[in-house]
């Protein structure tokens, strides 16, 4: 195998391969069933399904999302006490691109409506997780902003495809004196 190609896709394709041989359920991944590793993965395989159009991948994706949302559009294993749990809605908004069904819809607006009320810290920054009073994470901002941004883009609510203070607060130098934060 040669993993010097110019895009990545060797490399990419041993890695997925890998991935989906040791975790053939993808609700199977040992850090649990609904959480950022899933994510991560799950949107690396969406990546390799795009450049390849290699169905196998889709098919992977399709079976963690489609394990996740019941028929209603109800997903009983998110409850949005994290930003870490938020990151694989990224998926089902992705489902909802491809397929077009109302079920995905449903279950990313019910994703996108745990960030009603979510915490957030005087500098309006998302707390990495409900019970976590003022922490805030630099992955929990990513994670949270990857499901904020496709959510606003592919389900048409405009008003959540924005790059958020989050992200702003990140690439600001130093000390914000404000929250005592340092970076």
Known sequence: MNGND?????????????FMERYPDPMDFPWGSWCYPQGYMLLGIEKLWESTGDKKYYDYIMK?????????????????NSLDIIMPGAIVVWAYKQTGLKKYK????QIRRSFDGYPRT???LFWH???????????????GQIFLT??????ADSAYYFISTDISFWLQPAENPTSKFHR
């Open 129 to 143: 997780g409900r019970q976590l009073n003022g922490e805030v994470w630099m992955d929990g901002s990513f994670v």
């Open 64 to 80: 963690f999302v489609d394990d996740a949302v019941d028929s209603s559009g109800y997903m009983k294993q998110f409850d949005g």
């Open 150 to 155: 496709k959510y606003g883009k592919y389900v």
């Open 122 to 124: 005087s500098d309006s």
């Open 106 to 109: 449903m279950a990313a607006e």
């Open 6 to 18: 110019a895009t990545g896709v060797s490399w990419s394709k041993a890695i997925a391969k890998t």
